[in-house]
């Protein structure tokens, strides 16, 4: 390495030192990376760039706190720092430190502004752009300027253009589709389509799924690369030439890229165009700005037509939406939930326990309300008295399990240590797991309003709404997340300066996959983030049957949990503003019958609508892959797509409903 010929020669290059780091955090060496600024900064304390760089390192690493130190003194250096300045005001986003807000708004869409202008990269991530006040057409051209990126660094390969294949004769009549992923492993989006691959037909497609990161050992990994039809480790071919020649050889028809402008992604292979149709699809919420993606998978609430000019790609429309959960195949011990008998009480959000077959524990209980909601019933069956009271001693006492007649029931909290598969969603719970309030520090009688999501897509507006919500409604808490827990302290003094009532805001700890979908039963309503929306989280909390309010702008990211409601066959709880919003979160917290109407929908729809639906999902994005592919046949231009929507057996059910 040339910079180690450098130091020894000058031991005392600061700059050496930290171009070193700068190739060692590429090769993810971080420790090194580290140890190389550090040095840098021992060398020469005024090195801007070195501080910078440093900064850099302890944000991946998730050091928030140091981070900003380290940012802050490379920018009380060298004032004229783009990166250290957005990446700063990045790391402020992510821990709610919202002091000067609108004042580093104004200035992050001026830096942006005169380096787009200049032609140069955007200081701005594409993956961030979504949450600063950035016009459209900056979104747009902050992608496209890493998409160019990507193209500038294959130009050294010298390719030749692929040739492909003119029809499916070599495939016996079926479509090649390929997905490409860094996320085949413990990942949220992993958890989101783990299914999908195995799901499809095999008659008329062939699926190849291509790893661009190593087997971490999970059963998910397991489950996508034992279901799909072909399975290609592409970690071991470091070389994107290679890979994409690996893809091209394959003969894929429509490659998938997954992963966009996130971590772990390898764009220089689309970028190298080994297929003749690529779409982005499910882990990006946004467009690549790429010209080497042709289409954008996404659905016609996510993305209307009007809002077509947000994106370089076409629209392909799935029918319902374009996002998937794998919650039924994950979490079928949440499909039924009984409740603990407590001081004579029951209800549901409470004290609930959670099995694969709850019958041997439950009380005769036939309540079936009706899927309008209509009904004042629980469709809940009622615990056992004397297994509640066992239960209860339990949490109570901090036991971990207790063994039962029924056999051994697990402390809710206790499920990581009991039952580690479970708990990170690789495998389902074999016993029955308990969950209260009482838990989590929640009153039992109060109204929970809950945001799971990581605190960056909260913004001062959104915190304002949902304080005036808590003072709307009497005895109400709010419930986030330490997520981070540098967060918190902000979060909770700006609150208090809006005016919410002391002991409202309650926080918890980040918890296993697990744990953070069956906890979300305790809450009452959702408050989704409308600057971005949660996206897993908001297919999570919907798992656990708990209604979530939204309200949807016109980036792709505000959108998705309008897409999730809608397909869910649950309009009422999407927000046309900001008013709205806070009216429909009141009305929720203040009129107990709504309430329960509510709830009792969204917890049989989750059955019956086609949100959960993998097999459905599978077979609409098979349809919606051969109107790509037959476009690409028959020398037609990239356009937009719609797929005419299927008879359903939920849509016909909910025109003949009476919507509450």
Known sequence: MHYKEAIRISPTFADAYSNMGNTLKEMQDIQGALQCYTRAIQINPAFADAHSNLASIHKDSGSIPEAIASYRTALKLKPDFPDAYCNLAHCLQIVCDWADYEARMKQLVSIVAEQLEKNRLPSVHPHHSMLYPLSHSFRKAIANRHGNLCLDKITVLRKKQYIYPKDLSDSKGRLRIGYVSSDFGNHPTSHLMQSIPGMHNRDKVEIFCYALSADDGTNFRMKISREAEHFVDLSTEPCNGKAADRINADGIHVLLNMNGYTKGARNEIFALRPAPVQAMWLGYPGTSGAPFMDYIITDRNTSPVELAHQYSEKLAYMPNTFFIGDHLHMFPHLIEK????????????????????????????????????????????????????????????????????????????????????????????????????????????????????????????????????????????????????????????????????????????????????????????????????????????????????????????????????????CPELVARNRQEYEDIAVRLGTDPDYLLKVRNKVWLRRMKSPLFDTKLYAADLELLCYAMWERHAKGLPVDHIRLAQQPHAFKQQQQQEEII
């Not at 056992?384 to 063994?403: D, E, T």
């Not at 409308?530 to 505000?558: F, I, K, Q, R």
Request: glycine fraction near 8%; include cysteine.
């Open 338 to 569: 009984g409740l603990l008998d407590k001081d004579g009480k029951q209800r549901n959000d409470k004290n609930i326990i959670n099995a694969l077959n709850l019958k041997q524990l439950a009380q005769d209980n036939n309540m079936k309300p009706e899927m309008n909601g209509a009904s004042d019933k629980l469709p809940f069956k009622t615990v056992a008295s004397s297994i509640s009271n066992a239960v209860n001693a339990m949490v109570s006492q901090g036991q971990l399990q207790i063994s039962t007649p029924q056999g051994v029931i697990i402390n809710g909290l206790a499920a990581s240590q009991t039952l580690p598969k479970a708990a990170t969603g690789e495998e389902v719970p074999p016993n029955p797991l308990v969950t209260t309030r009482n838990m989590y520090g929640l009153p039992d009688d109060a109204i929970v309003y809950c945001n799971f999501n990581q605190l960056y897509k909260i913004d001062p507006s959104t915190l304002s709404m949902w304080v005036s919500i808590i003072q709307k409604v009497p005895n109400s808490v709010l419930w986030l997340l330490r997520f981070p827990a540098v967060g918190e302290a902000h979060l909770t003094a700006t609150a208090q300066q809006m005016g919410i009532p002391a002991g409202r805001l309650i926080f918890s700890n980040v918890a296993p996959k697990e744990e953070h979908v069956r906890r979300g039963q305790l809450a009452d309503v959702c408050l989704d983030t409308p600057l971005c929306n949660g996206h897993t989280t908001g297919m999570d909390v919907l798992w656990a049957g708990t209604p979530m309010v939204t309200l949807p702008g016109e980036t792709l990211a505000s959108r998705v949990a309008a897409s999730q409601l809608y397909a869910l066959g």
